[in-house]
């Protein structure tokens, strides 16, 4: 029983140490302001920094939940039409499960990587790899 107990440590040491923290990931909320037709999304970077993520793909789904035309202009974005805060934290929420949270364990520790035409949402914490639909 004690090799089974030194291969159990063994094995333990040469996990990340990522699988161990115990955090709540908590993204920034949007800073979201209505001036006429346009939705400015004033903490965009920050917001995508945050996520890890390459902007174009959250605007492409944003844009695409929206269905509206959107680009960036300096450190936000801007939307065509009216869209409050609350659509806006839902959507970012929808991304997160979708796109950026592990669902094996749950951590945002993750990146999107691409092979042939599948993209994969691959954990640096725990390694899974789980197939996501393309935006």
Known sequence: MSNYE????RARKQLPKKIFEISRFEPPRPDISIEGNRTFFKNWHQVVSAL????????KFLTKELATSANIEGQRAVFAGKHFRGIMNELLNRYLKDYVICPECKKPDTNLVKEDRINFLVCEACGARTSVKPV
Request: charged content about 40%.
């Open 6 to 9: 030194d291969l159990l440590k």
């Open 52 to 59: 890890n993520r390459d902007e174009n793909h959250l605007l």
